[in-house]
């Protein structure tokens, strides 16, 4: 008979090897990358905010997922959201319907939760459309020159930050998340693998003793024979303020002789009103004389789980002043 419970440390050999199969772009090809999979993997799995399910039968898992507990400012307040990762089916029971399985348990045991909404990556996002989930907003993927950032900024107050400057980042994350509809709160162990990975580097700009925005970025190699020639990956842009969002994009712009390119992925598509030049090197144009500045792609899925508890979660929003009776007809297919 097929049940859904949360997974043992004892069994995350066989998750770690489902998940290894169904996706093998990981490369988790050698027994040391395999042991630091399954060491990361027991870190997490120690997290009061997430939860890893298994589909069994008798004895044997079929799929996994990992289940989280996130928090989403939406709109004035802070709420629960249910996040899905992780969904990963052996290879010899596709076509089974576990995936379809684990996301209706994914969906009630968040309900259950008292979640409104629940958010997930999609794999494929017409096969989690058809659940009833819907699109965000797009992502964007700029490439631009250090060169065409704006001149100027604190150079003086910008400094690296270390694990001794946690809180305060934290801190300066949390006022960020305050201003801005739909952000996730940051999780505590992502916190920690900012300052973990030694590929990444967090850059901060302080005012009157307090942080007041931060970067994070790491160094990728341009493809080619050149080992000189690099590019910037930006991980996160966060700033409290204008002479802060000045002072680290005057640092990057000086990166401008080590640097081909900085690769910057965010949700705003108003970014290019800050470059020079906003092209993004492909040469490529658009409906005739229409310069790509950027590409775009889906990403995060959203699906209403309990319509009561989400108008309950926005009792003291103001829609636009308008009081108004409304009747909502809804029909769930899944």
């Known amino acids: 008979m097929r049940a859904i419970r949360e997974v043992r440390e004892d069994e995350l050999n066989e998750l770690a090897r489902i998940t290894i199969e169904a996706f093998p772009g ?17 870190k997490v799995m120690k997290e009061p905010t997430v939860h890893f399910f298994g589909v069994f039968e008798d004895d044997d898992m079929l799929g996994v997922m990992r289940c989280y507990d996130f928090t989403m400012k939406l ?9 899905l990762g992780g969904v990963a089916v052996d290879l010899r029971h596709k076509k089974e319907h576990v995936a379809a399985d684990m996301v209706r348990f994914y969906l009630d045991f968040y309900r259950r939760k008292g979640a409104a909404l629940a958010a997930l990556y999609p794999f494929r996002p017409d096969f989690y459309r058809r659940m009833g989930f819907g699109y965000g907003v797009k992502m964007n993927r700029y490439r631009f020159r250090p060169g065409d950032l704006p001149a100027g900024g604190a150079g003086s107050h910008v400094g690296y930050l270390t694990i001794a400057d946690r809180e305060e980042l934290a801190a300066c994350y949390d006022r960020h998340l305050e201003r801005t509809n739909g952000l996730i709160q940051m999780p505590s162990h992502v916190l920690d693998s900012l300052f973990s990975d030694p590929a990444l580097h967090i850059v901060g700009y302080r005012a009157g003793g307090e942080l007041r925005g931060y970067i994070v970025f790491r160094f990728e190699s341009v493809p080619g024979d050149n080992w000189l020639a690099s590019n910037i990956q930006l991980r996160m842009l966060i700033h409290d303020d204008q002479m802060a969002l000045a002072a680290l994009l005057g640092f990057l712009r000086k990166q401008a002789d080590q640097v081909e390119r900085i690769v910057y992925e965010t949700q705003d598509e108003s970014f290019h009103h800050i470059l020079t030049d ?5 040469g490529s144009l658009l409906a005739g004389l229409w310069h790509q500045t950027n590409t775009q792609g889906t990403g995060i899925m959203y699906r209403v789980i309990d319509v009561a508890r989400l108008f309950e979660v926005l009792r003291d929003h103001d829609f636009g002043g308008v009081t108004a009776v409304v009747r909502l007809d809804l029909i769930d297919s899944f």
């Open 26 to 42: 990981m490369k988790v090809d050698s027994q040391e990358a395999r042991d630091r999979m399954l060491d990361r993997l027991s």
């Open 278 to 282: 906003p092209r993004d090197g492909s």
């Open 75 to 83: 709109h004035a307040t802070r709420t629960l959201v249910g996040g």
